[in-house]
């Protein structure tokens, strides 16, 4: 027995507006909401949708929500996992579940961008420019600094990856790691206390200052403290976690 065609398809959280580019929605009945919904009204505003869309895990899906929506037939999520969709609640109701392809790129590319920014203090410098001032302070090399990256996924893998390009020191945790997976990723196997236990602030005055740290990073433990102020121009350790 054939289904009834959709009627109403709500995409949810497209608050960057790249929905209506990322598919063909032609001749659908297809609505764009960009502003978040809180919780407290989505059961009301999603109410009569027999299609929903979730970009990631922008918007949760409990089981309670899914049983305030008697219409709801089908829900896509952007990804092949969202972690706060209720797939047994939506399974119980007999309500399709389906993902879609991602690329990893964009994810390693902002991750790069990120460190870059910080590395060189781009939003900064930038910032006195436009301010009519020059350049203060030379920024970090990355050549050389450490970088502790939590997951050696496909995305993780792939930030390895650029970290050699960069003459980095690369080292690497997660629950199952072996030390050859480590190694095939050019990265060293640390214990997760030695690598998430550093945390670094940069100022204005370009000195960064160790708030947290366990060790990672053998020029800071020859005699950092907790609260100690370094030159910029010493080597910087980045902390990245991949959950994919």
């Known amino acids: 027995m054939r289904r009834p065609s959709l009627q109403r398809i709500l995409v949810l959280d497209d608050y960057g507006d790249a929905a209506p580019e990322s598919a063909d929605w032609a001749g659908l009945p297809v609505e764009f909401l960009r502003a978040p919904i809180p919780a407290a009204t989505r059961a009301a505003r999603l109410a009569g949708a027999d299609a929903v869309v979730l970009i990631r895990e922008r918007s949760a899906f409990p089981a309670e929500l899914v049983a305030r929506l008697p219409a709801l037939r089908l829900v896509v999520t952007a990804g092949m996992r969202n972690r706060v969709l ?96 480590a190694a095939a990723a050019g990265a060293a196997l640390v214990s997760k206390a030695k690598l998430d236990n550093v945390r670094l602030s940069v100022s204005a005055d370009n000195v960064f200052t160790v708030t947290k740290f366990s060790g990672i990073d053998p020029d800071v433990t020859e005699t950092g403290e907790v609260g100690t102020k370094y030159p910029f121009s010493r080597k910087l350790v980045f902390g990245l976690q991949f959950n994919f």
């Open 86 to 181: 209720d797939l047994e609640a939506c399974s119980a109701r007999g309500i399709a579940v389906c993902g879609t392809d991602s690329s990893a790129a964009p994810t390693v590319e902002l991750c790069w961008g990120l460190i870059l920014a910080l590395a060189r203090q781009i939003p900064g410098q930038e910032a006195r420019l436009r301010r009519g001032q020059w350049q203060h302070g030379a920024g970090l090399e990355l050549a050389g600094a450490t970088l502790g990256i939590a997951g050696l996924g496909r995305i993780g893998a792939a930030v390895a990856a650029i970290g050699r390009a960069f003459g980095m020191r690369l080292l690497a945790w997660s629950p199952n790691m072996t030390a050859e997976t």
